[in-house]
């Protein structure tokens, strides 16, 4: 009896010891998740302020400037990618990977849709290449409104669906639209419309003196000179650097800079030099030239510029 007694007791002390551990862990994975949960929620509610705050600056700008307008919209851009980091370095409890996964894509969406927007907004706001960047811009509020159909769609059921089978209530996440209205700002021309009270501001209607001057050319850091021939070892696709420099009284937006070569033009924006300001660009050449070739170099004429002869300059360059 005694030892029966024992053996009863122990077996009880064991029973106990196991619900004991189970609950621990059952506590703590609750923990884990609902801790997963306020954090997402944190993040997707300061996501949506950043939303509010970028798309009420282009339906009302009121008296930004280009610079200041251009400014606010780098802070929205900077807010997403911290939002993006933050995202990536959640404490993810293993329930959680799957919509995790989609969480991140959500987010790794939204950052590089407002960092090509912030790249675009200075040319979106100038003359010169003012409706390619519109376009573009509006192509990045398309992925914007991706990224809003695979969280309500994808992400968020798949994180409150993982609360709701663990018992968790009081915890889902919120809904999060970054885009407010899809049909309009899809559209091109509504993105125009919204920037048509600050590109007011821009250099072509700005009253004074407008001008740009190259400054030199170089190719793989070998300097180019137009007066006579330049040998360029070229193991590795050739950039060319070129170097512009603002000559007038006030800021240019979207320079554009081109290279011609073989009957091929490339080029590359400066999105903004300021007045007496130097900027230099890197344009690589693809397909690699051989040989012996003529390089034409050209900053593009901005609005209200009078003399554009030190726009441009030709070089003769071997490729060795």
């Known amino acids: 009896m005694r030892r029966g007694l024992a053996l009863g007791l122990g077996l009880l002390v064991l029973i106990l010891l196991v619900l004991g551990v189970r609950g621990c862990l059952n506590a703590r994975?609750?923990?884990?998740?609902?801790?997963?949960?306020?954090?997402?929620?944190?993040?997707v509610d300061e996501t949506d302020q950043t939303s509010k705050s970028f798309f009420e600056k282009l339906e009302d700008p009121g008296g930004l400037s280009v610079t200041e307008f251009v400014a606010e919209v780098n802070a929205d851009r900077s807010a997403m990618d911290n939002y993006m980091a933050r995202v990536d370095g959640l404490d993810t409890p293993g329930d959680m990977g799957k919509a995790q996964r989609n969480l991140e894509l959500v987010y790794e969406l939204r950052g590089s849709a407002m960092g090509e927007i912030a790249d675009q907004m200075s040319t979106a706001l100038g003359d010169v290449g003012a409706e390619k960047a519109m376009a573009a811009i509006a192509k990045q509020m398309q992925v914007l409104a991706a990224s809003d159909v695979v969280y309500t769609q994808v992400a968020r059921p798949e994180i409150d669906g993982v609360l709701a089978d663990n018992g968790i209530a009081g915890d889902d996440v919120p809904k999060s639209v970054f885009v407010p209205d899809p049909t309009t700002w899809l559209d091109e021309s509504a993105i125009e419309t919204a920037l048509g009270s600050i590109s007011g501001a821009t250099a072509g209607s700005t009253p004074g003196v407008h001008g740009l001057g190259l400054l030199?050319?170089?190719?793989?850091?070998?300097?180019?000179?137009?007066?006579?021939?330049?040998?360029?070892?070229?193991?590795?696709?050739?950039?060319?650097?070129?170097t512009v420099q603002n000559q007038g009284e006030s800021t240019e937006n979207g320079v554009t800079v081109s290279v011609t070569v073989n009957g091929e033009t490339l080029q590359q924006d400066i999105s903004s030099i300021e007045a007496g300001a130097e900027?230099?660009?890197?344009?690589?050449?693809?397909?690699?030239?051989?040989?012996e070739v003529t390089l034409e170099v050209v900053a593009e004429p901005v609005p209200g510029e009078e003399v554009s002869e030190n726009n441009e300059a030709s070089y003769t360059v071997v490729f060795e």
């Open 279 to 291: 900027e230099t660009v890197t344009i690589p050449l693809t397909p690699a030239p051989k040989g």
């Open 216 to 242: 030199g050319t170089s190719v793989n850091g070998t300097d180019l000179t137009p007066e006579g021939t330049t040998s360029v070892t070229a193991e590795e696709t050739p950039e060319v650097e070129v």
């Open 29 to 43: 994975k609750h923990r884990a998740l609902s801790d997963y949960a306020r954090n997402v929620t944190q993040i």
